[in-house]
């Protein structure tokens, strides 16, 4: 698989298949791993990283799991590249910024990715379509166990998997849900949603994770603590708090419906006809008139437009996937007229 393969294809995460897919966008499940024989990534040389990175592309070639995907040596592509494997959400911005020494495998389904020398020696991810946490966790685990079968992992029987943040240590798992809480914003109940949030022990964070801020009503909730706690532990604790919020956004969107239903319809079709018809549009305005027209969707106002087509908008409109569609850098005015373009195309003839 090449990476010019992504740029039309759809990850197993955006295909509005699985539970609640309404509301849960998707759900992700990362492990942190290291390499006993090796220093942390802060304290790792050159040759340290070169030998990690020789090291897990002879296992991950003898595992199953990981049959047609590629590993990515970052050093190799260029700006538009990684950023594009950011937007996809395979690999975070640090990852990104400094490429010497790390690698990326991608699994063809885009379900599976791992980072190598990020923070950690390995991050492997699964993400998954809608609310479908503990079939993610099945498929992780047993990708951690065929790779723990290759590769010795530092471990400590009183402390568990060690990792560079001392936060992840012991089963250095993060959960996490991407949830769409028009309604919540929109009634102002947010605020004392990501309050409770946070004293719960859970982050709330944005798009693209850490260190990114909401856009579109999109909020990524995840654990903080997995020092103490096990796997199932971890999950069950996310589900309960995810089955809270799938609720009381369902009671916001339908208190708009009843109380309010002219200014919401007013909102989603204002939305609609501006991503329709607009020559000249920005990431952030489309991503927030996208929130509007996939509630107008879940609600019922917009029928006959798939949930997948508006999933692939999200990541279709971003700065370097336009590029890599164009083949070609583009400035700011022609990446907006580029994406007003693609918006256009994408929706035509749709309801």
Known sequence: MELNDLIHHTGEW????????????????????????????????????????????????????????????????????????????????????NPQGKGLIVSKEEALSVMVNEEDHLRLQVMQSGFNLDATWDTINAIDNALSEKLSFAFLPEWGYLTACPTNTGTAMRGSVMVHLPALVMTRQINKVLMAIAKLSFASRGFYGEGTQAIGNFYQISNQVSLGHSERDIIQNIQGLIRQIIEQEEQARQALLVQNRSALEDKIYRAWGVLRNARIISSQETIELLSMVRLGVDVGIIEGLDHKILNELFIMIQPAHLQKIEAKKLNTFERDTKRAQVIREKLQGKV
């Open 14 to 97: 955006l295909r509005a298949t699985g539970p609640n897919g309404n509301i849960v966008l998707s759900s992700r499940i990362r492990l942190a791993r290291n390499l006993a024989a090796f220093p942390f990534t802060n304290r790792a040389g050159k040759k340290d990283f070169e030998a990690i990175l020789k090291m897990v592309e002879g296992a991950i070639a003898e595992i199953p799991y990981f049959k047609d995907s590629a590993f990515f040596h970052l050093n190799e592509l260029d700006n538009i590249d990684r950023q594009f494997l950011v937007e996809r959400h395979l690999m975070s911005h640090d990852h990104a910024s």
